[in-house]
């Protein structure tokens, strides 16, 4: 069955703290990889993603992501957080062909403490 | 920066009553679709919609769902016959032709269903 977790729910740090959210799929096939970013009273935005070449792709506001397909991974960093970082944060994947849905992850709340 | 568009917001609605979501995906976008995200849980996919017809539903996308592209501007869920687990965010999302842009999809803001 296609499924994606994620292993935090719940994430509470301080500011210039490192950050690693972790996601891990079950997918068959090809996929697309992609995190989006929640923040409060808003709708989805896209961080960053993965399609193909160097496993290390960086997004906007700071984050990274790495692509390690033995483990089926695909966790998100950021190295100093701020409190505007303060969101939920979804993992999402999709195949390469057919009507694209997204599979997504449960979702990770990352407060943020001044 | 073109972005997806939903109304209404809020919807409260009776048990029973009928509701219609509405969605104005990015303008040359081909592929669209609903999702649904029930509180404390994950963002679950509805449907997808291609060439003016559905492409794929879930499990959850029966008999008393449907959507509708009624013009060249809007993409409408409909619910006829609402229950009170039909409670959620609904959220529509729009993605380009085939390739990099097929692929990454532009979500609206949500509207936030509740039915009594």
């Known amino acids: 069955a296609q499924s994606v977790s994620q292993h935090n729910h719940h994430v509470i740090l301080s500011e210039a703290a490192s950050l690693e959210l972790g996601c891990n799929y079950s997918?068959?096939?090809?996929?697309?990889l992609f995190w989006y970013v929640q923040y409060p009273g808003q709708h989805l935005q896209l961080l960053l993603k993965y399609f193909s070449g160097d496993p290390l792709v960086k997004g906007i506001k700071g984050f990274e992501a790495e692509f390690i397909k033995s483990k089926f991974s695909f966790n998100l960093r950021k190295p100093s957080v701020q409190w505007s970082d303060t969101a939920e944060y979804f993992c999402a994947v999709n195949k390469k062909s057919g009507t694209y849905k997204y599979i997504f992850g449960t979702g990770t709340r990352l407060k943020v403490l001044a | 920066e073109p972005e997806v568009t939903q109304t209404p917001s809020h919807q409260v609605t009776q048990m029973g009553q009928e509701v219609i979501l509405r969605c104005v995906p990015i303008?040359?976008?081909?592929?669209f679709y609903w999702y649904r995200q029930i509180l404390g849980q994950k963002v679950e996919f509805l449907v997808s919609f291609y060439n003016n017809e559905i492409s794929e539903k879930s499990e959850i996308f029966d008999d008393q769902f449907s959507v509708e592209r009624p013009d060249g501007s809007n993409f409408t869920l409909k619910i006829r016959s609402t229950k009170l687990e039909d409670s959620a965010m609904y959220f529509c999302a729009s993605s380009g032709t085939s390739g990099t842009e097929g692929e990454t999809q532009y979500f609206g803001p949500g509207t936030r269903l509740l039915v009594l």
């Open positions: 303008s040359n976008h081909l592929y």
């Open positions: 997918y068959g096939g090809t996929v697309n």
